[in-house]
């Protein structure tokens, strides 16, 4: 390690900016953020940093000058940019002799500390540094870690701050103490208040406060259903990947990629409930007492259901079950799998000269029969969304025709979409199920049906082709 990391308290200190640009701009932000009273220096500023200085924030004043050695007497930091090189040798000469940090843009060599890129989630502050190696590998690590950490973050942590005097107070015993702040704020209470949910939050943290200082077990766990969307794991929420790394047990179908499973925390355990048609491993009822069961025992689970867990996922029926034990639960909606799967083949649900709706439908019935409102179905300038149909493919074309709909009415097939393998097959009614079994299309599929289908000639390239190019695609129209 070459540098020594470190955070400063500016608070009221001055702090010196010497530039008149974008860098002088940011630097004098940045001060300004944390408290300080900052002195901006420049005979002739930018754009930027003029509109900073219009809006007149607290503490930042301006001079058209150049720094003199009493400018920099008495600072706390001081700071280098203004892309001369004699000035800013003659500001760091006189930073040294008056013992002030100072740091000069684009120049390690010449500063006392480095500048970091930082995820600000106040009081939670990151800090990343590659030590003035490679500046661009700290902004690329800085925007992911701005994807992972919620900025509800910093309110999680000076909302637990409130606690600290009555856990302290309360449990006496240091190792309990710290298992009781690791439950606190990677738990139940920590997952109320980031969903927005302060009162349930405050009312878990006194029954777990109670029940640790009775020297009993916890209260009950809970439930998380989330929806992990149709298979490409990019397309998780940043809820479902939080919660994902909490759960102590993992109940998923087989519509949850393997790939996905791998941001399961590593530890839990997991119990495959997956269904194919005619073939359960577990029955619906059974899933659900294996909630209720769980969840009584104080674990943390995780149902993990492909796509949204409320569309087509009987994801009402689990939750049915908890809410009628009690049990706490929450629901994080994933992408479903008509929206993703439309989107990775390049086919709009809607657009405004072909369709103005789009009806979601399933084609797989209790004991696999079609039980459609054909009705709705063939009405016109809507998009056809089918769910779980490939097996009753001829039944669905079939009760198109009888309703008079033309077999030349176009149709997709997208296979296993948003993944690695996905394969989208293009055709119309008349001809979509000789050219599925001939492709060997298996489940899952998503059938659209809609003109919608026609602007996938246009729009598969700059999306499927472009975006995913290992996707295959098969059509029967010039594609």
Not at 141 to 156: F, V
Request: charged fraction near 25%; charge should be neutral; proline fraction near 5%.
């Amino acid at each position: 390690m070459e540098y020594l990391p470190i955070f400063l308290d500016v608070r009221d200190h001055l702090v010196l900016v010497d530039g008149g640009g974008t860098a002088a701009a940011r630097r004098a932000e940045r001060a300004l953020s944390a408290g300080a009273r900052v002195l901006v220096l420049d005979p002739a500023p930018g754009d930027e940093l003029q509109r900073l200085t219009a809006e007149a924030p607290s503490g930042l004043s301006f001079e058209a000058r150049l720094p003199g050695r009493d400018d920099v007497v008495g600072a706390r930091v001081v700071y280098g940019a203004s892309d001369d090189a004699a000035r800013e040798a003659r500001l760091l000469g006189w930073a040294r002799d008056c013992k002030v940090l100072c740091d000069i843009s684009d120049a390690t060599d010449r500063c006392d500390f480095i500048t970091p890129s930082i995820v600000d989630r106040s009081p939670v502050v990151v800090a990343i540094s590659t030590g003035g190696a490679a500046p661009v590998v700290a902004r690329t690590l800085r925007a992911r870690i701005e994807t992972m950490l919620s900025p509800a973050y910093g309110q999680l942590t000076a909302f637990v701050s409130r606690f600290r005097d009555r856990i302290a107070a309360g449990i006496g015993d240091a190792r309990t103490r710290r298992h009781f702040w690791d439950r606190m704020i990677d738990g139940p209470v920590g997952d109320l208040y980031l969903s927005g949910n302060e009162a349930g939050a405050i009312a878990r943290f006194e029954a777990d406060l109670a029940c640790t200082r009775a020297g009993k077990e916890a209260p009950m766990g809970e439930v998380y259903l989330v929806g992990a969307g149709p298979g490409d794991p990019d397309l998780l929420t940043f809820r479902a990947l939080r919660l994902m790394q909490r759960a102590d047990v993992v109940l998923y179908d087989r519509l949850v990629d393997p790939e996905m499973l791998s941001l399961v925390r590593r530890d839990a355990e997991r119990i495959y409930v997956g269904k194919l048609p005619k073939e359960h491993t577990m029955e619906q009822g059974d899933i659900s007492a294996l909630l209720v069961k769980l969840a009584l025992q104080g674990k943390r689970v995780l149902r993990l259901k492909g796509g949204d867990p409320f569309i087509f996922g009987r994801g009402g029926e689990e939750i049915e079950q908890l809410a009628a034990r009690g049990i706490p639960f929450r629901v994080v909606p994933g992408i479903t799998a008509a929206a993703g799967c439309a989107a990775y083949a390049g086919i709009p649900l809607t657009h405004r000269d072909h369709a103005q709706s789009c009806l979601f439908v399933t084609a797989h019935g209790r004991d696999g029969v079609l039980e459609l409102d054909w009705e709705v179905l063939i009405r016109p300038a809507q998009t056809v969304a089918v769910y779980m149909g490939l097996q009753n493919l001829p039944a669905l074309v079939e009760g198109f025709a009888r309703r008079g709909i033309s077999m030349q009415a176009d149709v997709a097939l997208v296979e296993n979409g948003t993944r690695a393998d996905q394969r989208v097959l293009t055709g119309t009614l008349g001809d979509i199920v000789d050219q599925a079994r001939a492709a060997g299309f298996k489940s899952p599929t998503m059938i659209i049906i809609g003109s919608v289908v026609q602007l996938r000639a246009r729009l598969a390239p700059g999306n499927a082709a472009k975006d995913i190019p290992h996707s295959l695609s098969i059509s029967a129209t010039q594609d």
